[in-house]
């Protein structure tokens, strides 16, 4: 889940302006997913995204709302002494990495390219950018990438990680590490997809802190474009700098908040089918940093046994089993 964006500016009328997005450094509004619309006594028509509480008949219906961005950046300070302030919307580390695409007659402090570290949720101020020499003109393209976690963290590759759903219970894994069907980068080689029911209960694999949820689209299907980034879901982070991932969520099933500290088998929400799915199943991911980059990691299920069970597609999965 790297994310990238692009800024330039000219010095020619001493004009700056960034193209990465129209994006505010505070945190982004709550996203609306249900809008609510009913006339009151006097006929007057009114439309909320809280649930009113009223006698009048209530009509509902479900709205498209866009994925909130990990990262967002703002400009301070005058063209001749520019700083880029990046604000941090998950509750966890994100490594933030920039680079001049463009430079003339301008220097950053720090020095560019550089990767920057921005610790949990809040803001940061990254690089300033001043001209070389004030008397000429000055133009400049950067290019950001964001990628969450901490590179510098170690994971436990001998961890053994509970299954992600209540006692008694038994799911098919559809698909497996390297599954060729929907498994094939970095991010989810190491990925399995278990083929529980929609409605049924997530439980968490680890303990950690919720990172991000995304727990309003709807909607499901196989064009990439229209529902590669909109399958609900929660990133948690473990205590070894890795995180684990729990998606394709049933709409407004998400139980946890960002920045809750969880416990294993904690429920987290309810099984569905949204986003780049053709039905019902949880994708169950651990992944890290490697500098620089989101990658996948391999991993085993207590099973009762020192040495654990690594998931296997074709076969079933129970608990302690």
């Keep these: 889940m790297a994310r990238s964006g692009n800024a330039s500016a000219r010095g020619a009328a001493v ?54 961005p990990m990262v967002s950046v703002r400009e ?16 966890g580390p994100v490594e933030v990495d920039i680079e001049f695409t463009e430079a003339e007659n301008v220097v950053a402090d720090p020095a560019l390219p550089s990767r920057f570290l921005i610790h ?9 950018i001043r001209p070389a020499d004030e008397r000429r003109g000055f133009r400049f393209r950067l290019r ?35 599954g ?15 083929g529980m029911p ?16 995304e727990k309003d689209f709807f909607g499901a299907g196989l064009d990439l474009e229209r529902y590669g980034g909109r399958a609900n879901n929660v990133r948690i982070l473990h205590a070894d700098g890795t995180m684990a991932v729990y998606a394709h969520l049933q709409l407004e099933s998400v139980v946890v908040r960002p920045g809750q500290q969880v416990i294993p088998g904690q429920r ?34 207590a099973d009762g046994s020192a040495t654990g069970r690594a998931p296997e597609a074709g076969k079933w999965l129970e608990f302690g089993g």
């Design 144 to 178: 950001f990438q964001s990628v969450p976690g901490d590179s510098r963290a170690r994971p436990d590759a001998d961890h053994l990680y509970r299954v992600p759903f209540r006692r008694g219970e038994r799911y098919f894994v559809g698909q497996g590490f390297g």
């Design 198 to 213: 929609e409605g049924a209960p997530v439980h968490a694999a680890r303990g950690g802190v919720v990172m991000n949820v």
């Design 268 to 301: 987290l929400g309810k099984a569905g089918s949204t986003g780049f799915s053709t039905g019902p199943h949880l994708h169950f991911v651990i992944q890290r940093n490697a500098g620089g980059k989101l990658v996948s990691l391999p991993f085993r299920f």
């Design 120 to 128: 949990e949720y809040g803001e940061q101020r990254l690089v300033a």
């Design 15 to 68: 004009a700056l302006w960034l193209a990465l997005f129209a994006l505010l450094a505070a945190p982004p509004p709550g996203s609306s997913k249900r809008i609510y619309s009913y006339r009151d006594e006097n006929g007057v028509l009114h439309f909320t995204d809280k649930k009113p509480d009223t006698e009048q008949e209530v009509s509902e219906r479900v709205v498209r709302v866009d994925e909130q």
């Design 180 to 194: 060729q069907a929907t498994h094939t980068d970095e991010q989810s080689e190491y990925a399995i997809d278990i």
């Design 76 to 91: 301070e300070g005058p063209a001749e002494d520019r700083s880029y302030w990046f604000f941090n919307h998950w509750h």
